[in-house]
């Protein structure tokens, strides 16, 4: 079992930035794909963000390309979402991802292993 909590939630205003936390641990052996989703009630979940082991290689989605940054500290057992230049369509509950069965990243909900709890990241006008 591996358990995500991520932390950094809260309130931010329009153009404000905000960093997101997720502490890994469990059977931390294998060496995942982390990432993030959000999702608003009503919708579905979306991918947002994805790094692979090494860190070499992030994916992220247009939607967020060029404004938020996906980084890991694997001493720390910590991923982390930089949030800039936020816009009131941020506006949702993140949520910390792992895929165990890939190093290399990824951008399909479906391949998703392990989910945190998620966090609340509300951006006003």
């Known amino acids: 079992q591996v358990q995500l909590v991520e932390s950094g939630g809260g309130w931010v205003q329009a153009g404000g930035a905000r960093r997101l936390s997720c502490a890994v641990s469990g059977r931390t052996c294998s060496s995942p794909a982390m990432g993030w989703f959000r999702q608003v009630p009503g919708k579905e979940r979306e991918f947002v963000a994805s790094i692979s082991w090494s860190g070499s290689t992030t994916y992220y989605s247009d939607s967020v390309k060029g404004r938020f940054t996906i980084s890991r500290d694997n001493t720390k057992n910590t991923v982390y979402l930089q949030m800039n230049s936020l816009k009131p369509e941020d506006t949702a509950v993140y949520y910390c991802?792992?895929?165990?069965?890939?190093?290399?990243?990824?951008?399909?909900?479906?391949?998703?292993?392990?989910w945190g709890q998620g966090t609340q990241v509300t951006v006003s006008r």
């Open positions: 991802a792992a895929d165990v069965h890939s190093s290399l990243g990824f951008t399909r909900l479906a391949v998703i292993d392990y």
